[in-house]
């Protein structure tokens, strides 16, 4: 049973470049989260869609992130331009109803230098 | 909103018990989760309580609910160095999606 998948594992790009991370749910699970964790700010939430459709963005730090769900088995992380502040690990986490656990991907660790 | 704490670290001596607490502010919190996160590697997933539930036990973890006093807590039962971990803490309120997340607390076992 495959987990949420996401790519790249690791991204490493020079300021003012454009960044996008991709995230496979689980097969099924109608709600997927994006999360950023670093060590000042620990994990935060960006973004959760449900059914595909964006349903809270207040934890987007910025006009330069944005997301985007096209189909119920893949979604996409950007940032344009990135900055060395958004230097972190992005992690996507699906799930299946509402009162069942998050499932989380590997993450991504990007470094922009 | 609902605020979530658990102590930064917890060092213990392979072989013991370990104890780890969160407590949480949110009164209509339904399910609480317990997730660990090995170093390079996503959160995994460990156990969860409903609230209407005092303890739950998995094999080496059992996990203690207070609702009276929002304390919620972790035993791992002949730790392990492959325990050595962050664990996190995370609460439900039963509206919506969002989970709230602790800061985590980082178990280091010791031989």
């Known amino acids: 049973d495959a987990g949420v998948i996401q790519s790249p594992r690791h991204e490493v790009t020079e300021m003012g470049q454009e960044v996008t991370l991709r995230c496979k749910p689980i097969s099924g699970h109608n709600s997927l989260f994006w999360y950023r964790q670093t060590m000042m700010r620990g994990l935060e939430l960006l973004i959760y869609f449900n059914n595909n459709v964006p349903i809270d963005d207040s934890g987007m730090p910025e006009d330069r992130f944005s997301a985007k769900m096209p189909n119920a088995s893949f979604s996409t992380l950007k940032i344009q331009p990135s900055e060395p502040r958004d230097s972190a690990v992005y992690f996507c986490?699906?799930?299946?109803?509402?009162?069942?656990?998050?499932?989380f991907g590997d993450g991504t660790r990007l470094s922009i230098l | 909103g609902e605020d979530v704490e658990q102590s930064l670290f917890l060092s213990v001596r392979e072989g013991d018990s370990s104890v780890i607490n969160c407590t949480y502010t949110d009164s209509s919190s339904t399910y609480l989760y317990w997730y660990k996160q090995e170093p390079g590697a996503g959160l995994q997933l460990l156990t969860y309580?409903?609230?209407?539930?005092d303890m739950k036990q998995d094999q080496r973890l059992t996990v203690l609910l207070n609702k009276k006093d929002k304390h919620l807590s972790l035993r791992i039962a002949d730790t392990q160095t492959g325990d050595s971990a962050i664990y996190f803490c995370?609460?439900?309120?039963?509206?919506?999606?969002?989970?709230?997340f602790g800061t985590g607390t980082q178990l280091k076992v010791e031989l």
């Open positions: 309580i409903f609230s209407n539930m």
């Open positions: 995370a609460s439900w309120g039963g509206g919506g999606n969002k989970l709230t």
């Open positions: 986490a699906s799930k299946s109803r509402e009162n069942q656990p998050q499932h």
